[in-house]
Nanobody, 130 residues
């Protein structure tokens, strides 16, 4: 079992930045592909960014949905058992609850499929507003 806890959300003005954290306990997160999803009111949960598992000496692969490319950066710190999402140049359209999810059955061609993920965090609210 993997327990995931997100943090770092909050209220930010358009153009601002936030860094979300997804901290894991129970198992080594480096063995898992981890994806950030988000869900805005009245909308389906969508995949935002994925980072593949990272064994010693390997460089993980990252994926982004088109709307966040160039603005968001996903990374992982295996020593901290944590995955981060750095979000820059935020837009009101980025307002949502952000969730992290983990799987050992990732697929680079369908990383945004919610059904791939076995473990989910409780979510953290991001609000972009002036």
């Amino acid at each position: 079992q993997v327990q995931l806890v997100e943090s770092g959300g909050g209220l930010v003005q358009p153009g601002g930045s936030l860094r979300l954290s997804c901290a894991a306990s129970g198992q080594t997160l480096s063995l898992y592909d981890v994806t950030w999803f988000r869900q805005a009111p009245g909308k389906e949960r969508e995949g935002v960014s994925c980072i593949t598992y990272s064994l010693a000496g390997s460089i993980p692969t990252t994926h982004y949905t088109d709307s966040v490319k160039g603005r968001f950066t996903i990374s992982r710190d295996n020593a901290e058992n944590t995955v981060y999402l750095q979000m820059n140049n935020l837009d009101p359209e980025d307002t949502a609850v952000y969730y992290c999810a983990a799987t050992r059955h990732g697929d680079p061609t369908t990383w945004w499929f919610r059904s791939l993920y076995d473990y989910w965090g409780q979510g953290t609210q991001v609000t972009v507003s002036s």
